[in-house]
Each structure stands twice: as structure tokens, then as C-alpha cells.
């Protein structure tokens, strides 16, 4: 069950939030549209290697947006540029008010999304994959994480034969419902081809 089931589904009503907040039982396909938009229209805003969540909460008449990143000085801008002339496209493109925050992650070394997006991040400027995985081990083992287990597959250094390896440090009970479990994946855009990433990480 494990290693067929995303681990934040299922811990969905144990630990994990759910990273949208709206409800409608007329208009459910405009509400899905919006939130879409958004999430579209910011990743293309923003450099979207430092985001690691988007929580979106919607009602009738406005939206409020909660972006958490670990370098929340680039989305901001000088004097909040950036973040204001985000918020007015959004508002353009959605016909609803929009009020955006940014919260700073303290810890980026222990998010499972900053991390598959570094390891793809650093990929793409052809490193290799081993020296970069088994840095973010060592940081999250100094960081006193109970384990972290990575798995990347496809043409790995450009190898004509694609495969996959598996990274594990520590602990990772995937069965077990009591493990704070997060989990995320990426994809790197090589010169080879496409490179999956996928990040485990127990609390």
C-alpha cells in the first residue's frame, strides 16, 4: 500500500492540510478554473524554484493567497513591486479581489518540494546526480530528520539505458498512518531527456 498511494492523501485526515479552501455546489467548475488560473498565472510570475506551497482559499466575491518560500525577498520585490503588480494581473484575469501573503520557510532544507526542486534545479546544469543527492542527505541528517528516502529515474548522466536508483538515510514506515509523512516530485528538463524525482521525507 505504501508505494502505491500518494503519503499525503493518505494522511490527508491525520496530518496533512489541504492546500485549497473553497466550496460552491452551483458554480464548482468556475471555482476549479479560478484556483487553476491561479496557480498557473503565479507560476509563471514567479520563479517558481523557491515555492514550495500555494494555499488558495476562495469565496464569491475574492481569493486569499498564501505563498510559502523559502526566499520570500525575491517574490516580494523593492518595496513590493513585485507582489503588487502580481495582484493586479491576478484581479485583471479573475474579475475578483485578491489578497496575497508570503511566509518565509525556515528550514528549507527539510521540505521535500525545495528539495526535488533543487535536485532538478541542479540536474539540469549537468551535475551529477550523486554528488547532489548525497548532499541533501547529509543536510537533512544534521537537521535530525527521522529519514528521507529519494528516488530518481530516467537517463541518468546521459546514459543511453534509463534506470532507477533509490537514496535512503534513517526511518521511512510508508504503511504506517502515525508517521508525519510528506512527500513531492519533480521533473528535470535535461539535454538526455526528462529526469523524475521523488522525495520522501519523515518528521
Not at 25 to 39: G, K, M, P, V
Request: some cysteine; proline content about 2%.
Amino acid at each position: 500500500m505504501g508505494n502505491k498511494i500518494n503519503p499525503i492523501c493518505f494522511r490527508s485526515k491525520i496530518f496533512q492540510k489541504n492546500y485549497s479552501k473553497w466550496y460552491s455546489s452551483y458554480n464548482y467548475s468556475d471555482f476549479f478554473l479560478i484556483e487553476q488560473n491561479l496557480r498557473n498565472s503565479i507560476s509563471k510570475e514567479i520563479n517558481n524554484l523557491y515555492i514550495s506551497n500555494i494555499y488558495i482559499e476562495i469565496s464569491k466575491h475574492f481569493a486569499i493567497i498564501t505563498i510559502f518560500s523559502s526566499k520570500p525577498g525575491l517574490i516580494i520585490g523593492k518595496s513590493g513591486e513585485k507582489i503588487i503588480s502580481l495582484k493586479k494581473k491576478l484581479k485583471s484575469e479573475n474579475k475578483i479581489s485578491i489578497y496575497i501573503s508570503v511566509k518565509e520557510i525556515i528550514n528549507p532544507d527539510i521540505d521535500p518540494t525545495l528539495i526535488s526542486k533543487g535536485i532538478c534545479f541542479s540536474l539540469e546544469k549537468r551535475l551529477h546526480y550523486k554528488r547532489i543527492i548525497n548532499r541533501y542527505l547529509n543536510f537533512a541528517s544534521k537537521k535530525f530528520i527521522r529519514g528521507i528516502k529519494i528516488i530518481i529515474s530516467g537517463r541518468l548522466n546521459g546514459n543511453d539505458i534509463a534506470r532507477k536508483e533509490t537514496f535512503k538515510y534513517g526511518k521511512l514506515a510508508l504503511g504506517t498512518l502515525s508517521e508525519k509523512i510528506n512527500y513531492a516530485s519533480s521533473i528535470a528538463k535535461t539535454k538526455y531527456g526528462l529526469i523524475g524525482v521523488k522525495v520522501w521525507l519523515n518528521y
